[in-house]
């Protein structure tokens, strides 16, 4: 298993700042994931993380307002941009750690708040 | 990827069991049925993954008819502490080759003494 660790944990944010949200994981992982949870909503995927190119984004989501970063095999970083109180949200991060049908692990999520 | 319907919410009491039904119709070929556990305030924690007939594991058992249309999830005698969001997933996994979760609505599930 992969134990996913985020930071940071919540953060309250004026509105028009950038935050970058960490995501380490305990080991080598291929495929790192970052998703969206309004309270008391499900789960959207916002992109896959790519180790060393261009994260790929779903549809509504795109690269200038959340900028992903995957440098190596254990670590991701996602910031959001120019935030609005609609980026008020429950950010996690999520990996899997081989290129079958493997399980997928989650971070306990980043609680942001924009005013 | 496979849409997924489940009940919204159910209610249930300690020491019973407790079906939840996914309908999935137009399941794929290579796709799979997972079903995760979330917790308030936690992320998602994987409970069990299925391709047909029935799958179990010391949490739970998957119940995949032959059609593969549906599934439902078995919670034997469930307690307090099983009191969460559980949600249905379809899709191939492989995540190297473009797999991805997508989660649907979730049920609610409501233990109570």
């Known amino acids: 298993s992969a134990v996913i660790s985020q930071k940071p944990s919540r953060d309250i944010c004026q509105r028009g700042t950038s935050l970058t949200i960490q995501c380490q994981v305990d080991?080598?992982?291929?495929?790192m994931f970052w998703y969206r949870q309004q309270p008391g909503q499900s789960l959207t995927l916002i992109a896959t993380?790519?180790?060393?190119?261009?994260?790929?984004?779903e549809s509504g989501f795109v690269i200038d307002k959340f900028p992903i970063s995957r440098p190596n095999l254990t670590f991701s970083t996602l910031t959001v941009s120019n935030m609005s109180p609609e980026d008020s949200s429950i950010y996690l991060c999520s990996a899997t750690q081989g290129g079958g049908r493997e399980t997928q692990y989650f971070g306990p999520g980043t609680r942001l708040l924009v005013l | 990827l496979a849409k997924t319907t489940q009940p919204i919410s159910m209610d249930s009491y300690e020491g019973q069991e407790v079906n939840i039904t996914c309908s999935h119709n137009n399941i794929a070929t290579n796709d799979y049925i997972t079903w995760y556990q979330q917790f308030p305030s936690q992320g998602p924690r994987f409970i069990i993954q299925?391709?047909?007939t029935k799958v179990t594991n010391e949490v739970a058992s998957l119940f995949i008819p032959a059609d593969r249309k549906s599934s439902t999830l078995s919670l034997p005698r469930v307690s307090l502490s099983d009191t969460a969001v559980y949600y249905c997933l379809v899709g191939s996994m492989i995540y190297n080759q473009g797999g991805k979760l997508i989660f649907g609505q979730g049920t609610e599930l409501s233990v109570k003494p």
């Open positions: 080991s080598q992982v291929t495929m």
């Open positions: 299925g391709y047909k």
């Open positions: 993380a790519n180790q060393g190119s261009e994260a790929t984004y």
